[in-house]
């Protein structure tokens, strides 16, 4: 039996929120994401900021009518579905909703 692997790419991410909206404020953070195509995973350092993270994500989501989002407690995990995206698209429209979302995120690696 021959297991096909798929090419994902790594993303690690420091960030604060001087809002305090996603992160609590004065907190600095590391985000570490799995992107394939058409798919993504996060988590924080911390669970808890993963899912105060998911529950903001998925609300907004259901305020423009979208179900693209899901939070995994027991992984604590937040994936999230991109149709039709490469994981290169993926990559770069995650670190301008970063930046559009006036979070201070400084990359890491990948």
Known sequence: MVEERVEVIKLKVGMSDPQGKLIPRGVRENMSAEIADGVSTFSFK???????????????????????????QRLQKIITKYPDKTKEEIRDLILSQL???????????R
């Open 99 to 109: 930046k559009q979302m006036g979070i201070n995120a400084k990359e890491y690696g």
């Open 46 to 72: 911390n669970g808890r900021n993963t899912k105060r993270f998911a529950m903001i994500v998925i609300e907004l989501e259901k305020q423009r009518g979208a179900n693209d989002t899901i939070y995994n």
